[in-house]
């Protein structure tokens, strides 16, 4: 899997923002039928689903820095709960952005080309919407290789997050795990998701999920380059700075700034780089991914904590994270 950097510059494009942001208000008027679907204009509908998104980076970001100084307290167990339900939150407007991403695709087809569907991908392949694969197909890696999974199982097969940390030595390594009930009955981290047993850090995990949103963005950009490329044959859809330059770069300052400190089964699993940079009068931004975790060293003696689960009447059986039948 090889993908190519992203970034953006303060100098070069204005602002730090995902770069559909940048196009969505450039489209032809007559090439738009958000008005006829009962829609926001598509630049309105993407930066409302950019400001939800990030509000919850800086959200989870906010307590994840936090939790550290309450382990150990009385409080602990309270502020990991307020910790995951921020995050079960964040991960589901996460999805629901991808969801806009096909809102901004439907205010380009004419209602009376399409039947109706409440599914707006069904409604895009009713209509011969030619872009919707290749879109899918370039954001799979992240849309239905992880985030779907853990979104799904939380909506529909009722998976709970559930926290853990790594500690000792002065280290603090905090993430979480999807529990479901397994193959044997024992309740623990879903064998679909979590391979061999194990779990998330928060921060790769935070890291993915901001590289994805401009990836996605540019994979928008390339749908409405082309779609419009096909209807309007002499017209070319250009940039235009349309938000603050500072917008979003408190909340870029904050992931960027986050260590990679990760789990042990994450040393050789690929991660995402975030890195903001200000050099005289530009402010830059570069994501990258696939990358090479950064310290690949992992201290040996560290202790597992957290990783609550709760007993009833007919659920007695569980699996702990990390934890190998057979090994001490």
């Not at 679909?192 to 998330?200: G, P, W």
């Not at 419009?228 to 938000?243: G, Q, S």
């Not at 991914?289 to 689960?309: C, R």
């Amino acid at each position: 899997m090889t993908f190519n950097e992203i970034e953006r510059s303060l100098a070069i494009h204005g602002n730090l923002a995902p770069v559909a942001l940048d196009y969505l208000g450039s489209i032809p008027e007559n090439l738009l039928y958000h008005r006829q679907h009962r829609l926001r204009h598509p630049w309105s509908l993407y930066k409302i689903s950019l400001d939800q998104v990030f509000t919850g980076f800086e959200d989870v970001v906010e307590r994840y820095r936090k939790i550290q100084s309450f382990v150990s307290r009385p409080d602990e167990t309270r502020q990991f709960q307020l910790l995951m339900s921020s995050y079960k939150n964040f991960l589901y407007t996460l999805r629901e952005h991808i969801d806009d991403c096909y809102l901004v695709f439907k205010a380009l087809v004419a209602p009376k080309s399409s039947k109706p569907s409440r599914f707006q991908t069904q409604f895009l392949r009713n209509a011969g919407f030619k872009e919707l694969e290749p879109f899918e197909d370039a954001i799979a890696w992240y849309k239905r290789d992880h985030l779907a999974p853990l979104v799904n199982n939380l909506k529909h097969h009722q998976g709970r997050l559930r926290w853990l940390y790594f500690h000792g030595s002065g280290e603090f390594r905090p993430g979480y795990f999807l529990e479901q009930v397994g193959d044997d009955g024992a309740v623990g981290p879903s064998q679909t998701i979590h391979k061999n047993n194990t779990a998330f850090s928060f921060c790769r995990d935070i890291k993915l999920h901001l590289y994805a949103v401009y990836f996605i963005s540019q994979k928008v950009v390339d749908v409405l380059v082309s779609r419009i490329a096909a209807e309007c044959a002499d017209f070319t859809l250009t940039p235009r700075n349309r938000v603050r330059a500072d917008e979003f770069k408190q909340t870029l300052e904050s992931v960027s700034e986050l260590e990679l400190d990760v789990f042990p089964n994450e040393l050789n699993e690929p991660c995402a780089l975030v890195e903001l940079v200000t050099v005289e009068d530009d402010t830059r931004l570069r994501l990258s991914y696939p990358e090479d975790v950064p310290n690949k060293n992992f201290p040996k003696l560290l202790t597992i904590s957290g990783v609550p689960m709760w007993a009833d009447d007919f659920t007695r059986t569980f699996r702990l994270p990390y934890w190998q039948p057979g090994k001490p």
